[in-house]
C-alpha cells in the first residue's frame, strides 16, 4: 500500500498562483501515474475531476479547463509529485487530491486531500 501526503492547499485571490505537493512512500513500484484530481463543492468522491497525471517517462496530461494553466511536474528522487497551479479562477475551488497507481498492477492509492478555495 501506498501512502500519499499532500500539502500546500489554502485561500488564493483569483489570478494567483498556489503549488500543490503530494509524498508518496511505502510500496511504490513502476512504472506508474501520479496523478491530481479535483473534488468540486457540492460534487461526490466519484464526480471527481482529473486535473493531471504525471506518468514515468515524462508523459503528462491535462484536464481540459487547466490545460495552459496548471504544471504536473514530478521528483523521482523525492517520490513528490507538485502540482503549479496559475492564473486560479473560483471554479477551480475544490479539494484536491493525489492519486497513486501502478501501471502493471491492480490496485490504486488516494490522500486524504487539501482544500484550494479560490475567492475575493
Known amino acids: 500500500q501506498v501512502q500519499l501526503v499532500e500539502s500546500g492547499g489554502g485561500l488564493v485571490m483569483p489570478g494567483g498562483s498556489l503549488e500543490l505537493a503530494c509524498e508518496a512512500s511505502?510500496?511504490?513500484?513502476?512504472?506508474?501515474?501520479m496523478a491530481w484530481y479535483r473534488q468540486a463543492p457540492g460534487n461526490q468522491r466519484d464526480q471527481r475531476e482529473l486535473?493531471?497525471?504525471?506518468?514515468?517517462?515524462?508523459?503528462?496530461k491535462y484536464g481540459d479547463s487547466v490545460a495552459g494553466r496548471f504544471t504536473i511536474s514530478r521528483d523521482y528522487a523525492k517520490t513528490t509529485v507538485y502540482l503549479q497551479m496559475n492564473q486560479l479562477a473560483p471554479d477551480d475551488t475544490g479539494v484536491y487530491y493525489c492519486?497513486?497507481?501502478?501501471?502493471?498492477?491492480?490496485?490504486?492509492?488516494w490522500g486524504q486531500g487539501t482544500q484550494v478555495t479560490v475567492a475575493s
Open positions: 511505502g510500496g511504490i513500484t513502476s512504472p506508474n501515474a
Open positions: 486535473v493531471a497525471v504525471s506518468y514515468t517517462g515524462g508523459v503528462t
Open positions: 492519486n497513486f497507481r501502478p501501471l502493471t498492477l491492480d490496485f490504486e492509492s
